[in-house]
């Protein structure tokens, strides 16, 4: 299995899904999911779970889990989710997302840039900076 080097956060994947991320954040995103990517099973579980979504959202958003790498949780991602907690004071669900990328060396797409840019050794990008 070959490295993979981007885990979609939900929040992009809600706007991607959505189209409402600049066009050369779709396209850069179009690339990305052509190729391999990752969600952590929070992401799997914030878009299949959000409150109100339409059928067609959740048959886009089930397409898009299908297409994804899902990461669960093992106990390398625990225990750097720990650590994450006790150094950063992150939500719980961030701070599992923050750690399967730092376990798995994986960027974050995201625009939750408060959550994640205080996290050493994470690397984030953002998608409007495309």
Known sequence: MGRKEYLIDTNVAIEYIGEALPEKALSMIDDIIDGQFCISVINKIELLGFAGITDDEEIKFQELINAADVIELDEDIVNSTIEIR????????DAIIAATALVNELTIITRNTKDFEKIEGLEVLIPCDF
């Not at 006790?86 to 669900?93: E, M, V």
């Open 86 to 93: 006790k150094q950063y004071k992150t939500k719980l669900p």
